[in-house]
Every structure is written in structure tokens, then in C-alpha cells.
């Protein structure tokens, strides 16, 4: 597919989704293994910098993608590393999430189908529900791969867990992360992790339902929300806001509180080694809370 043809075929499948598809859950066992697709049933993001007429594809990366898809081809090896992340539509076909370059380079390498991961991510009515439901004022912040993961070289770790809860969230999560769960969710805080990547927001749940801990919101793909402020981030985003008088984010040294829309913010340091990190996070928030009845 040629650029101008390639350009031209995205704003095109762009404007035929308006009015036409929405994005739907998928159930477990279509989210349980990768799966192949046809090209022609990928549509592009509207909200990704390459549908957008402003920006657009790099045709440096879709050539280089082309050229590496063409080797693997003639030498009869794997063409994919790794699935494209969808998210299903209605009627018919999956939303591209992750992966826009090398779809257009299968196209253009003549590829028929291209193996799929998909996962559920949180839509605009998804955290609109969440925030009605909610009886709380505050809320925490986590950044689940810089402080909730850790790799499985790290030394203190919750425990592993075994067939089947493994499959679907291989990760590994710090000590001591459901501890401080239960005390934030016990002392009136809502919940909300995030993450760069994309993962499915039902597998989050469970991992942490297993842990015996409630997250309330999942929001993943923050890169490229952050990267794209579309009206749906921005009108998220001011819902959230508007709903919690306060909030804490909680890093790997120490503590960020925000006050509202006032902007008015104020820093607690964790200072702990890494086997007491937990601990000492829940300290200094019952320290902050102590101070704050006393006003």
C-alpha cells in the first residue's frame, strides 16, 4: 500500500467507524491466548498520533518493520515478536491500541492476518460508573510498573502466585503492596492504579482480588494518553477532579498530596529501607491524617 493510499485508507476507515463502532468487553476465554486476525478487520485509533491528520505514520518505521517482516518471510521465520493490543468492537472487528506501525507494514507486505492479544481497557461510562459509586472524597495514586511490579530478581516480593492465577498477570508485586491496600481502602481512600502500558483491566482486578485487596480504578495506555489529550482524556480527567478533594500519589520515596483544583500540593518523604517500604508509607499517612484532625 502506497503512502498516499495508506494516508488516505486511515482517515477514510477513520470517519466510517463515527456512529458506527464501540468498543465492547471481551470475555475471558477471548482474552486468554493470542489469536490472529485479519488485517482487514484492525481499524486504527482515532486517538493515536497515527490517525491523526496532524501527524500521521512514520514511514521511516513502517519501511523498517516492512523490511524486517520480508526477511523473516523469505527465511520462513516468525514474522512477530509480539501480538498487536486490541480492544474488540461492535459490530464487528478490534480497535488498535498498540502495534499501528506494524499492522500497516503487514498490509503492505501483503500479510493476511497478524497475531492479536486482546484486553478491556476503561472507557469514559467505565470510570464515569466508578465515580458514582463511590461514597469517598479521597483517593490514592500508584504507578503499578514503577511501584506496584517488580522484577523477579527483587528481593522482597509478595508471594508467587501458581496455576492458574499465573497465566493471565505473570507479574510480581512488591512487599507489602496488599498491607497498604487494605489500609488505604479501610481508611476511606479509593484506589486508582496506573500504567504506562497497556493491560486489561479485568486480569488487574483479579490479581489483586487475589490478594484480597479492591483496586477501584485501572486506567493503562497512560503514554499514550498522555501523549494524545484527546476530549475523552481531558473530560476523564476533569470528572476525576472534580470528584476527589484530595489526593495522594504514592511514589518510590515518598508521598505527593494535591488539594482539589486548588493546585495546592505538599510532600512527605519515605524514608525506609526497601523491606519496610510498606510499613513506613502506612505510617506516614497516619501521621498526615493525625495532623490534619487536629486542624
Not at 527465511?75 to 461492535?90: A, G, I, S
Not at 497478524?114 to 478491556?120: A, E, G, M, Q
Not at 479521597?138 to 508467587?160: G, N
Request: with cysteine; proline share 3%.
Amino acid at each position: 500500500m502506497a503512502k498516499s493510499k495508506l494516508d488516505e485508507f486511515v482517515q477514510n476507515d477513520v470517519k466510517n467507524q463515527k456512529g458506527v463502532y464501540i468498543p465492547v468487553h471481551a470475555g475471558i476465554l477471548e482474552r486468554m491466548f493470542v489469536r490472529k486476525a485479519a488485517c482487514a478487520k484492525l481499524h486504527p485509533n482515532a486517538e493515536d498520533e497515527f490517525s491523526m491528520e496532524s501527524v500521521g505514520p512514520s514511514y521511516r518505521i513502517i519501511s523498517e518493520y516492512e523490511t524486517k517482516f520480508r526477511e523473516a518471510m523469505r527465511l520462513e521465520r516468525k514474522v512477530f515478536d509480539e501480538p498487536l493490543t486490541v480492544e474488540k468492537l461492535r459490530p464487528n472487528g478490534y480497535l488498535l491500541l498498540n502495534g499501528h506501525h506494524r499492522w500497516a507494514a503487514a498490509m503492505r507486505c501483503n500479510i493476511k492476518k497478524v497475531p492479536i492479544k486482546i484486553i478491556n481497557v476503561a472507557t469514559e461510562s467505565d470510570i464515569k460508573k466508578i465515580l458514582e459509586k463511590s461514597q469517598h472524597d479521597k483517593r490514592v495514586t500508584l504507578d503499578l510498573d514503577e511501584v506496584v511490579f517488580r522484577p523477579e530478581d527483587y528481593k522482597y516480593l509478595e508471594k508467587k502466585f501458581i496455576f492458574p492465577l499465573n497465566l493471565r498477570m505473570k507479574q510480581r508485586i512488591r512487599l507489602g503492596i496488599p498491607a497498604l491496600f487494605y489500609f488505604l481502602a479501610k481508611n476511606g481512600y479509593d484506589i486508582w492504579v496506573y500504567a504506562a502500558d497497556y493491560y486489561s483491566i479485568d486480569d488487574i482486578q483479579k490479581f489483586f482480588r487475589a490478594y484480597s485487596v479492591h483496586v477501584d480504578g485501572i486506567i493503562t495506555g497512560v503514554a499514550k494518553r498522555e501523549q494524545n489529550q484527546s476530549e475523552s482524556v481531558m473530560r476523564m480527567e476533569k470528572l476525576i477532579a472534580n470528584k476527589y478533594a484530595k489526593t495522594l500519589h504514592i511514589d518510590n520515596d515518598l508521598i505527593l498530596v494535591t488539594r482539589g483544583k486548588t493546585g495546592e500540593f505538599e510532600e512527605y518523604e519515605i524514608n525506609s529501607s526497601e523491606e519496610e517500604w510498606a510499613r513506613k508509607a502506612i505510617t506516614v499517612i497516619e501521621e498526615m491524617e493525625k495532623n490534619e484532625r487536629k486542624k
